[in-house]
């Protein structure tokens, strides 16, 4: 039993003679058994920066994304990202290991652009892959993702081809059963859309503010986290940015906001004061805005205050949880405005 992945699978490659037909290994594909954490596991809390340190038990740490798109030849079906590894003369899904100071988002980003060449976008996720390598635990964290832009050749000397298939013909392609399942949950969700709950960075003290509390600033230290959201919320490609009339809210978003050329819309229903007289309206306000960005497909980050915070939950069906500042919880929405599935909480642990 791997009691640090909670999984007891095992690994298992048999190796056969390389195919002309399909350009692969063999007609009966490589095995790896592998597990998918249990439910539990899957509310992903993941610290930013996430690795100060790492010992022979703790789990090695991986993301990857499955990249999908819809067949420019073919009306209604869809293609899968793979790219083939000489190193173990296999076909699989873009992955790599976390680096320093990196979110396993931001992690599955980087790795399908260095594998690949191709920058996308996360949309749901998927089940995580748990198995053993060279004695220690490792944990691949999977999200579906949408192309954005090609940079051309991928520039990683891990693979030497990258392919565009069917999503039919990557059951037969793909070396790995866990990665041709991976595939498959990848259609169930792909429509499912990233809602990002964040709540302000760290702001100044109330007994240090003598203005009107809702002009009360970030510290250094909230501005610094707000410029660490950037690769988060670039990693979900979010296209709306709405906060509380806040100072520290607006704040808190519009460095991503500016480089991503959106404006950080400030919605009265969020702010404090008044969510506090009108709780209603800061729940109702949010799941309108879930339920736009589950209908139109627009990824959507929205700043709030701690109060508040569980009246914007409730509004995904989502149960309140410990926010820090500038943490963030992740839904996925579907067109309803709902959570459907167990998100995920990205907490800052930098020093103040």
Known sequence: MNEASGCSCTWRVTRRPRSASTGRTGSAPRTRTCCTLPPERHSLENRLPPMTSSTSTSPVLAAGAVVLRPSPTQAGTHEVLVVHRPGYDDW????GHVDPGESLPVTAVREVREETGWVVRLGARLDTSAYPVNGRPKEV????????ADEGPAPDPETD??????TEEAVSLLTFESDRRLVDQAMERGRLVPFIVVRHGKALARAKWSQEDRRRPLTARGHRQSLALIALLTAFGVREVVSSRAVRCIDTLAPYAGLAGLQVRPLAALDEDVAASEPAAATAATGDLAVRAGTASLPTAVCGHRPVLPL??????LEDRLFGPADSVVAYVSADGTSQLAPDHFVFSDDA
Not at 141 to 148: E, S
Not at 312 to 317: E, F, H, S, V, W
Request: hydrophobic fraction near 65%; avoid cysteine.
């Open 312 to 317: 914007m939950l409730a509004a995904l069906g």
């Open 92 to 95: 699989s899904l873009p992955k």
């Open 141 to 148: 964290h999977w999200w579906v993702a949408v192309p954005v």
């Open 161 to 166: 081809e990258v392919r565009w298939v069917a």
